[in-house]
């Protein structure tokens, strides 16, 4: 059984900064593409960032020269490094490791506020 946990989250002022990890347990082959999605209350979830196996990375473009993603295969773990970060950058993040099948994290919530 596969399970992502992912941690990190938590309250923030804006411009500050927080890191997201998610590490896999159990038994995964094959994963080419780690990411991030996320979702505010009230929107529809969207894709934040992603890094495939070779290294390249996307962003969306609000997060672009904020936002880093990384992978640590050996470790079976993604990150986030969120800088800069905004109001609007209040969501639930989720992770998810694809490979044959997707796998998805439960979430975890990142408050930016003053």
């Known amino acids: 059984q596969v399970q992502l946990v992912e941690s990190g989250g938590g309250l923030v002022q804006p411009g500050g900064s927080l890191t997201l990890s998610c590490a896999a347990s159990g038994s995964i082959f094959s994963i080419n593409t780690m990411g991030w999605s996320r979702q505010a209350p009230g929107k529809q979830r969207e894709l934040v960032a992603f890094?495939?196996?070779?290294?390249?990375?996307n962003y969306v473009d609000s997060v672009k020269g904020r936002f880093t993603i990384s992978r640590d295969n050996a470790k079976n773990t993604v990150y986030l490094q969120m800088n800069s970060l905004k109001p609007e950058d209040t969501a639930v993040y989720y992770c998810?490791?694809?490979?044959?099948?997707?796998?998805w994290g439960p979430g975890t919530q990142v408050t930016v506020s003053s």
């Open positions: 998810y490791f694809l490979g044959v099948i997707a796998y």
């Open positions: 890094i495939t196996s070779g290294g390249s990375t």
